[in-house]
């Protein structure tokens, strides 16, 4: 492999990790407001065939993008009216609607399916482009791209280094001590479980009209992307830098798995599309596993090098959700 | 108590009917008409007796999954790993025929012996996403999601890899089995009434042993409040692990017939999406076993009756899932509305 094709996959794989990143960083929002969206998996599936939809029929991919944010923030609004308003069980809500909209976008979008619409088109960065390796690599991207990178960097910024942010933080952490602090801890919660929808939603145009432009029903191959999206916000820590960082490798495992494939023969193509996924739990349970009481007294039986460093190892990975995540809040 | 049971009856009929216009409003929508899309599904199920025992082929399975789920959602887990322990079963069972596959053994030994093989793999699997719970704090809802995807890959692997067919390997399956190693079915229909008692069976089981045993009482004290049963003694970690077993045993045993009873042979899909929706029966029924079977039936006539649905009026099948799903949304938010409301009156 050269130099050249080397690059051109990579800046794929940048692509690719677009829709993913909307989707663990709209999750990230909620989940630290204290709301589990579980929909992310149909919401990603309706608006990558609404947005498709609406931009096939009004010829506007701008419209298309819109549409997806609008659904996306709508089902987060049945998630946080049914959790925060009615007090169901949140896991409860979000499955069914993750089944539902998925349903709902095969039936909706069969007359669309295999149509070729409007996509998104590669808009390299003047001057920027130039720059050897890092312009192709980085700045001949389709506009979602450059729309992911900056959304990354203004979550980081609104959580860690604003007012408003540390709130945030707060009503996820000690929703008590964030409503004495003056904080309407519920209408922050909708707020953030909405504006995190809406950004959940962006991820489904993101692929119906750029990443894997169409709408192929049920071969999209846009089933479980969802799924994977909640474990990458797990993998993340909760932290937008972390969470990027989840999703780029994601996309890199996936990247990889189609490039070794005429080298593995013997895998079966269809195990190395999958193979990211077993990888997935794994570091999910290199994330947690520091809390578990056996892990500790393993540790503490282990020598003194080997048992400070991984401790350091476990430290290092290890992510706690936000302390009241999925606790619904009651003033009293 | 009568009361609240009578106003929650209420609230689910009005739910009934509130996804019954929501629907309506869709079809109209996108230009069908609701009425002869309800009547077309309703034909289609139970039109014919080849239909209705049609139904029958996808109720079964559910109704496995649906009885073992109702154990874990009393222990207060979500299983969403079932979807792979019905997989796991699947692979399992093949395993054990291929083994007999030339050998003198009685058929119907071979068969039973498979199913238990389904039953010990799904069992297996659910412990996998126990274990990953209890030992490694994996929440079981993300674990039993990466169970599911690497049970996927490991049927595909079987499929196109060491089990692959004489000649080329396809999406269609493992080499079909000898018809001697398939469950009796009733003459003409698909349906096999031995599959049908088994999973009878499993919900009569599981309703005895949450309505009227000791260990059912723990589960759901397990489920109803791990630190008061802990602190009464109920070793709760062990008691979240049996109600995995049990439930992937079920959903194992739903693996096993989907092979000995319906596809003879591992195709890729064989776990058919019957685990999310065996979660959506069990919400519904609200951890009243019985009802599990009235419900079961229905979503599965649903299943059967939207296949015909594409060339009858050009909609795509996936309307039974809108259904059952905003079905099942609707009887949420009643009931939060219900709480919310009723009983502070």
């Known amino acids: 492999m050269n130099q050249e094709t080397l690059l051109v996959g990579l800046a794929g794989v940048l692509a690719a990790a677009a829709p993913i990143i909307f989707a663990v960083l709209g999750e990230t929002l909620s989940e630290r407001a204290g709301v589990i969206n579980l929909s992310m998996n149909g919401t990603i599936l309706l608006t990558a065939m609404s947005g498709f939809a609406v931009a096939y029929t009004t010829d506007s991919l701008l419209l298309g993008f819109l549409a997806g944010m609008v659904i996306g923030a709508l089902v987060a609004l049945v998630v946080a009216f049914a959790s925060i308003t009615l007090k169901q069980s949140q896991v409860a809500i979000g499955f069914v609607l993750a089944l539902t909209c998925r349903d709902l976008a095969y039936f909706l ?43 990354i960097f203004l979550a980081w910024l609104w959580i860690f280094r604003t007012r408003p942010g540390l709130m945030l933080q707060g009503i996820g952490e000690k929703p008590a001590a964030a409503y004495i602090r003056g904080a309407n801890v519920n209408v922050m919660r909708y707020v953030y479980t909405v504006i995190g929808g809406a950004l959940i ?55 990889l798995g189609l490039v070794l494939q005429p080298v593995l023969t013997q895998v079966p193509s269809q195990v190395l599309q999958v193979a990211p996924f077993p990888l997935m739990i794994l570091t999910l349970l290199l994330v947690n596993i520091g809390d578990a009481e056996w892990v500790e007294r393993t540790l503490a039986a282990m020598p003194e090098t080997t048992r400070k460093f991984m401790a350091k190892l476990l430290r290092a990975m290890r992510a706690s959700p936000p302390a009241a995540l999925g606790v619904p809040f009651e003033r009293d | ?93 093949t395993w054990v025929l291929r083994l007999f596959v030339d050998s003198s053994v009685h058929p119907a030994i071979v068969i039973i012996l498979s199913i238990f093989g389904g039953m010990a793999a799904g069992a297996l699997w659910a412990a996998f996403a126990g274990a990953l719970k209890t030992f490694g704090g994996v929440n079981e809802i ?85 630190r008061a049963a802990y602190l009464l003694g109920i070793p709760t970690w062990q008691y979240s692990l049996y109600s995995f077993l049990i439930c992937g045993a079920l959903a194992g045993a739903a693996g096993a017939l989907q092979v000995t009873a319906v596809y003879h042979r591992l195709i890729p899909a064989i776990s058919s999406g019957y685990g999310y929706l065996g979660l959506m029966v069990a919400m519904l029924v609200n951890y009243q076993a019985i009802w599990a079977i009235p419900v079961a039936l229905f979503f599965a006539a649903l299943n059967i009756g939207s296949i015909q649905l594409p060339i009858l009026m050009h909609l795509d099948s996936s309307l039974s899932g809108v259904l059952q799903g905003v079905l099942v949304l609707f009887v949420l938010l009643t009931e939060g509305v219900r709480q919310k409301f009723v009983k502070k009156v």
């Open chain 1, 109 to 151: 979008g069969n007359p669309f399916m295999g149509v070729s619409g409007p996509r998104l088109q590669a808009m390299p960065i003047p001057a920027l482009s130039a720059i050897p390796i890092i312009g192709p690599l980085f700045f001949r991207q389709e506009l979602s791209t450059y729309i992911s990178y900056i959304v």
């Open chain 1, 201 to 255: 939603g962006l991820a489904g145009p993101t692929y119906s009209l750029g990443v894997r432009a169409g709408w192929m029903g049920t071969i999209s191959g846009l089933d479980g992307i969802g799924w994977i999206a909640l474990s990458i916000t797990i993998f993340g820590g909760w932290n937008p830098a972390r969470a990027a960082f989840g999703s780029y490798l994601f996309a890199f495992l996936q990247w």
């Open chain 2, 1 to 93: 108590m009568l009361k609240s049971r009578l106003s929650g009856f209420i609230f689910q009929l009005i739910a009934f009917f509130l996804a019954l216009g929501f629907v309506s409003l869709i079809l109209v929508a996108v230009g069908a008409s609701p009425f002869d899309a309800f009547k077309n599904m309703l034909n289609g199920s139970i039109g014919s007796m080849r239909k209705f025992a049609e139904v029958l082929v996808s109720f079964v399975p559910l109704l496995l999954v649906t009885a073992g789920l109702l154990i874990t959602f009393s222990a207060g887990l979500w299983n969403i790993g079932v979807e792979g322990q019905i997989v796991l079963g699947a692979i399992g069972t």
């Open chain 2, 142 to 226: 993300f674990g039993g999601l990466g169970l599911n995807f690497v049970s996927t890959a490991l049927t595909l692997y079987l499929i196109f890899g060491p089990w692959k067919r004489e000649g080329v390997a396809s999406m269609s399956g493992t080499e079909p089995f000898p018809d001697v190693f398939a469950l009796p079915q009733v003459p003409d229909l698909r349906i096999s009434l031995w599959s049908l008692a088994i999973a009878g069976v499993a919900i009569l089981i599981v309703y005895f042993i949450l309505q009227g045993t000791y260990f059912g009482l723990k589960i759901k004290a397990v489920g109803k409040n791990i």
